[in-house]
Every structure is written in structure tokens, then in C-alpha cells.
């Protein structure tokens, strides 16, 4: 496990865009990260995964629109996003696990075993 330090986040407008940071307590070369969400009373959804050789899959609602991707280097994962909606209005949430190259694409966030504190994304129209 690690320790996961988010930040980032923040409220913007439709269409703008916006960049969320992790930062780990140690290496995360070799791990699986992603980025989850959970907006008021609906369950966490995974967002974007991103495997130790940077292999990534993303939720069909931010395809096109956010982007995941790491630094090994200083220990960070990031999420950009772009062409935000109102729905994409939640808290966000990073996590990290070590674990195979083909799981991590599909894991669920009970697979996940080091989360970092949930940051608030507010879309407005």
C-alpha cells in the first residue's frame, strides 16, 4: 500500500477543463492506478485505469475527454480533463494497487487497497 495525496479540483464551467493530481508516499512504478467518482447518492464509478506500462481504459461517459497518465518520477498520477458536463459533477477519488497488467484494466474499486482523500469537481451550466 501507499499513502495517495490528492489535489486539483475546484468548480468551473461547461466546457472548461480541469487537471486533478496524486501524490504517492512512495514509488507507484509498479502499480495499477485509476481514478474514481461519486457523486450524491450514486455508488463510486471508475473513471480511468491506467496499468504499470501506462495500458488505459475509461469509462465510455469521459472517452474522448479525460486523460490519464503518470510520473513515475514524482510519484504522481494525473487526470485531465476536458469538455467538462455538468454530470461530471462529483467527488473524485485516486487509487492504487499492485496487481496483473490485464486486471488493472477492468478493476473495480473494491480491488483498489490505497485511496487518496476525495476532491469535489463542480460543472456548472
Known amino acids: 500500500q501507499v499513502q495517495l495525496v490528492a489535489s486539483g479540483g475546484g468548480s468551473v464551467q461547461a466546457g472548461g477543463s480541469l487537471t486533478l493530481s496524486c501524490t504517492a508516499s512512495?514509488?507507484?512504478?509498479?502499480?495499477?492506478l485509476g481514478w474514481f467518482r461519486q457523486a450524491p447518492g450514486k455508488e463510486r464509478e471508475a473513471v480511468a485505469r491506467?496499468?504499470?506500462?501506462?495500458?488505459?481504459n475509461y469509462a465510455d461517459s469521459v472517452k474522448g475527454r479525460f486523460s490519464i497518465s503518470r510520473d513515475n518520477a514524482k510519484r504522481s498520477l494525473y487526470l485531465q480533463m476536458n469538455s467538462l458536463k455538468v454530470e461530471d459533477t462529483a467527488d473524485y477519488y485516486c487509487?492504487?494497487?499492485?496487481?496483473?497488467?490485464?486486471?488493472?484494466?477492468?478493476?473495480?474499486?473494491?480491488?483498489?487497497?490505497?485511496w487518496g482523500q476525495g476532491i469535489q469537481v463542480t460543472v456548472s451550466s
Open positions: 512512495a514509488s507507484i512504478a509498479n502499480f495499477c
Open positions: 487509487a492504487a494497487v499492485i496487481i496483473s497488467r490485464s486486471q488493472c484494466l477492468y478493476l473495480g474499486a473494491g480491488g483498489f487497497n490505497s
Open positions: 491506467l496499468t504499470y506500462l501506462s495500458d488505459t
